[in-house]
């Protein structure tokens, strides 16, 4: 949703976070899957994550703003959630990444709220067109 406001070059590290986010629970959901495609559109990016990125050492420093931290956490829980289902590697990983910008408990649970409230409105607008 808010994904217009990176630069670019947060743009390509976020599809590398949120690939390296869809393959740590081990399954490819079809849920995930969508998802990153989708990204990969809405991020006007054609080419697959850099895969030496995805697997090396996390790398955040991309996101030097508390805007930027913001929106790829909020699209990271996103990802997480789209098949209704946290797991632990997901949880850990989500943990890192808001222990290293310094959010607290409470400032992830709000964003998981939202998240997960966007998603259950994304499934609204999806019935209303009929493509549910």
Do not use: C
Not at 14 to 25: G, K, P, T
Not at 36 to 43: A, F, G, T
């Amino acid at each position: 949703m808010f994904l217009h406001l990176l630069t670019e070059p947060q743009k390509t590290a976020f599809l590398v976070l949120a690939q390296r986010i869809s393959m740590a629970d081990g399954e490819d959901s079809m849920s995930e899957l969508d998802h990153i495609e989708d990204l990969k559109k809405r991020l006007n990016i054609t080419a697959p994550p850099d895969m030496a990125a995805v697997l090396g050492e996390l790398d955040l420093s991309a996101f030097d703003t508390r805007q930027s931290q913001v929106i790829i956490l909020l699209e990271l829980l996103s990802i997480v959630y789209a098949d209704n289902y946290l797991h632990e590697a997901e949880s850990s990983l989500i943990g890192d990444v808001a222990a290293t910008f310094s959010f607290d408990q409470e400032d992830l649970n709000a964003m998981a709220e939202w998240a997960m409230a966007s998603l259950d409105l994304i499934k609204r607008g999806e019935a209303l067109m009929g493509r549910s």
